[in-house]
């Protein structure tokens, strides 16, 4: 059975940077596109950033040039570097994989409060 736990979230300052990190387990994992989501009180979640098989990165408007998403094939894990984060920023962040089969995997999710 897949897994995927995300880790590395917390309390930051505007302006800060936190990285967040991804381990997954029980399946193919180069095989599989990763993205990130996030979900803040009371809105929907929307997508941050992912990289799909066979290629392609892409992020949200909102985070460009300050977030960045890679993964390592030989660890199975997948990072989202946050640069000069923002209140608006603050959010339940979710990792995701998913594969042209139909599988996927979702974690249970990291925090991520900025906050003055």
């Known amino acids: 059975q897949g897994q995927v736990v995300e880790s590395g979230g917390g309390s930051v300052q505007p302006g800060g940077s936190l990285r967040l990190s991804c381990t997954t387990s029980g399946f193919t994992f180069s095989r599989y596109s990763v993205r990130w989501y996030r979900q803040a009180q009371g809105k929907e979640r929307e997508m941050v950033a992912g990289?799909?098989?066979?290629?392609?990165?892409r992020y949200a408007d909102s985070v460009k040039d300050r977030f960045t998403i890679s993964r390592d094939n030989a660890k199975s894990m997948v990072y989202l570097d946050m640069n000069n984060l923002k209140p608006d920023d603050t959010a339940v962040y979710f990792c995701?994989?998913?594969?042209?089969?139909?599988?996927?995997?979702w974690g249970q999710g990291t925090q991520v409060t900025v906050s003055s």
């Open positions: 990289i799909n098989i066979p290629g392609g990165i």
């Open positions: 995701y994989a998913g594969a042209w089969s139909g599988a996927e995997y």
